[in-house]
């Protein structure tokens, strides 16, 4: 059993930057895929990023280049750097966790309850 909560949602202005961050506890495999997805209301859940336990990265193609992700196994976080953020970018984020290859948010069994992030001018 794996029990996430995300924090460090807010207000930004388009072209800021938002750290979000999602603390692990519970029965943390260091093996388990680790990542972010976000979801607008009426929306399915969307791939933002993922890491693996070898520190491979993915990125959907909307935030690669403006999005960072690292992984912390020691203290089990895992933290998203967003910079420029967009309008488009503003919705509730979630982070996930499972022994998973992909970007199919079914892959995923154990997710936190999410963050939100309102990009307003």
């Known amino acids: 059993q794996v029990q996430l909560v995300e924090s460090g949602g807010g207000l930004v202005q388009p072209g800021d930057s938002l750290r979000l961050s999602c603390a692990a506890s519970?029965?943390?495999?260091?093996?388990?895929?680790m990542g972010w997805f976000r979801q607008a209301p009426g929306k399915e859940r969307e791939f933002v990023a993922r890491?693996?336990?070898?520190?491979?990265?993915h990125y959907a193609i909307s935030v690669a280049g403006r999005f960072t992700l690292s992984r912390d196994n020691a203290k089990n976080t895992l933290d998203l750097q967003m910079n420029n953020l967009k309008t488009e970018d503003a919705t509730v984020y979630y982070c996930?966790?499972?022994?998973?290859?992909?970007?199919?948010?079914?892959?995923?069994?154990?997710w936190g309850q999410g963050t939100q992030v309102t990009v307003s001018s």
């Open positions: 519970g029965r943390t495999l260091s093996r388990y895929i």
């Open positions: 996930t966790t499972d022994f998973a290859t992909g970007a199919d948010a079914s892959q995923y069994r154990y």
């Open positions: 890491i693996s336990s070898g520190n491979i990265r």
